[in-house]
């Protein structure tokens, strides 16, 4: 079984202040993991992914997470927030290249001026 | 751009009709799938497809049935809707090979009301 736990349902933040999104996961094989984000009234779309390669992954809009093997982690983070940056955002994971995606509950960040 | 086009933005229905939400991509995906999201519980799997004619359930497909009988065209099924199937609706799609591209694309949603 696979699941994802995002802490917390709101993340406030000021311009220009360091974005931090929590992220465990739970996989009994090697997992894929991914973020997406969902800006208000749109659908989700894929910011960044790991799939086994550099465990360091960079994605759009300047986000980047780390996958911790020992720390069951994927948390997503960006060094300065921007007010275009408030939106919902979701992580995913998937055990495996033929299971599907299981998402968390995802996190709303709000970006103060 | 991939697009994936869902039918209606809002719906709003009374308590026992049928309901049909269609989606359509234009990018010659094999895999469709439904999710409703809600407050607090973020993305739920409904139903997903592989090919045409073919459907899995996912994890909460009770109350629902999907169709897919075109590649590019799937929809979702609400037999007798109810309240408690008052929620954003979301279609994706995705390509079957994981290799080739791992991500999915989403549609704009759709909300629904049951009154």
């Known amino acids: 079984a696979q699941s994802v736990t995002q802490l917390g349902s709101h993340v406030s933040v000021s311009e220009g202040a360091l974005v931090l999104l929590r992220c465990n996961y739970s996989s009994s094989v090697p997992p894929y993991l991914f973020w997406y984000v969902q800006y208000p009234n749109q659908g989700l779309q894929l910011l960044l992914k790991?799939?086994?390669?550099?465990?360091l992954v960079k994605g759009i809009n300047g986000f980047e997470a780390e996958f911790k093997k020992s720390e069951t982690s994927f948390h997503l983070t960006k060094p300065s927030a921007h007010m275009s940056d408030a939106a919902e955002y979701f992580c995913a994971v998937r055990s495996g290249a033929n299971s599907k995606l299981t998402f968390g509950k995802g996190i709303t960040l709000s970006v103060r001026p | 751009d991939v697009k994936v086009t869902q039918s209606s933005r809002y719906l709003v229905k009374r308590t026992g009709e049928k309901v049909f939400l269609e989606c359509v991509q234009d990018?010659?995906?094999?895999?469709m799938f439904w999710y409703r999201q809600d407050p607090g519980l973020g993305l739920r799997l409904i139903y997903f497809s592989y090919d045409v004619k073919m459907k899995e359930k996912g994890d909460i497909p009770e109350g629902y049935s999907v169709s897919r009988e075109k590649k590019e065209r799937f929809s979702l099924i609400l037999e007798s809707a109810s309240t408690n199937q008052t929620s954003m609706y979301l279609c994706?799609?995705?390509?079957?090979?994981?290799?080739?591209?791992?991500?999915?694309?989403f549609g704009s949603g759709t909300q629904l009301s049951v009154l």
């Open positions: 994706a799609s995705s390509y079957r090979e994981f290799g080739r591209d791992e991500k999915l694309f």
């Open positions: 790991y799939t086994s390669a550099a465990t």
């Open positions: 990018m010659d995906h094999e895999n």
